[in-house]
């Protein structure tokens, strides 16, 4: 079963159809949004500061979500794919957007609804990610337009939930949310 703990006296809230992985790890001031999944040895801590992640969002393995007390909250949108072993920190991701595996976001950064962030990128603290671009390196820089590639980023978000119904069914393994 997911690590659900109260931090400060806030407890972790979750929207319907959610999938926790068995060590996955939710503190704090943490609110989820529906068809959501956060998959093995990710760790989601709220509680230093809030973080709220819409619908249809999926947080792969080994990322980790966190802020900074007192000045950096952490805001995920709806249909967000955050790949495994991602850092999300501080910062405000917008609707319909791919952070790539491995990707560092810094305190203060925003990405734009319909961008990419590639694998491995860096972004520093404060940049913005320009809507419907692609994002890679060290440091982070706009490399071309997303074009045709947008299409992706909404199937990609809909298949973890596709993948998250396998774990759902199986009595075994993982949690299942349903608080509807």
């Given at each position: ?45 709220g ?26 909250s ?49 972004v ?27 299409e ?29």
């Amino acid at each position: 079963m997911a690590l659900i703990l109260p931090v400060r006296g806030f407890s972790p809230k979750f929207g319907k159809d959610c999938f926790l992985a068995p060590n996955a790890t939710i503190v704090g001031e943490v609110e989820i949004g529906d068809n959501c999944s956060v998959w093995f040895s990710a760790v989601i801590r709220g509680d230093v500061n809030f973080i709220k992640i819409g619908h249809h969002t999926n947080i792969q393995d080994n990322s980790t979500i966190h802020g900074t007390y007192g000045t950096a909250s952490t805001t995920i949108g709806n249909y967000v794919s955050i790949g495994h072993n991602a850092i999300v920190h501080g910062c405000t991701i917008e609707d319909n957007v791919l952070i790539g595996m491995g990707a560092r976001l810094m305190d203060g950064v925003i990405v734009r609804t319909g961008s990419i962030v590639a694998a491995g990128a860096v972004v520093l603290e404060g940049t913005e990610i320009e809507s419907g671009f692609i994002y890679a390196g060290v440091p982070a820089k706009k490399v071309k337009p997303i074009g045709e590639r947008g299409e992706m980023l909404q199937r990609i978000a809909n298949n973890y939930v596709k993948y998250s119904g396998w774990f759902m069914n199986e009595s075994v393994i993982g949690e299942s949310i349903n608080n509807g």
